[in-house]
């Protein structure tokens, strides 16, 4: 429920607000995956890496995930990859969430980010 709100208050453009609450459910529940991505979304928008690949380390090792946790997840692996520049990584994580979910259209607009970066890769090796 808590998790709902803190959406709805995005959705409404009170983005402190919501970072505040999921920031207060990971506290009290730190195995709720949810919260636990949506915390590490916030500390890639603030460029804090090493704190969104701590948050997200966890479920690297997780048995199982629902299958809307599996999703985020792999998004944000995709996205942590792209922040990091590694775009094999991206590329492997972009496979693992079109498999769970092909018709996403999110997939589609980072698969032609993906292939920007790797051209941009491509000409700063021929450089």
């Not at 599996?70 to 590329?91: I, N, P, T, W």
């Not at 259209?105 to 993906?114: G, T």
Request: glycine share 2%; net charge negative; hydrophobic share 40%.
């Amino acid at each position: 429920m808590l998790n709902n709100l803190a959406v709805a208050y995005n959705q409404q453009g009170q983005e402190e607000k919501a970072y505040a609450l999921i920031k207060e459910i990971h506290e009290r529940f730190p195995d709720y995956s949810i919260a636990r991505i949506s915390l590490a979304f916030r500390m890639l928008e603030e460029h804090k890496i090493p704190r969104a690949e701590e948050l997200l380390k966890p479920l690297l090792s997780q048995k199982h995930l629902y299958f809307t946790e599996y999703g985020l997840f792999c998004r944000s692996q995709v996205y942590l990859a792209f922040y990091k520049e590694e775009v094999e990584a991206a590329q492997y994580w972009l496979n693992m969430w079109e498999h769970n979910k092909p018709e996403n259209p999110e997939i589609q607009d980072l698969k032609s980010r993906l292939a920007e970066l790797q051209q941009l890769q491509s000409m700063m090796d021929d450089l």
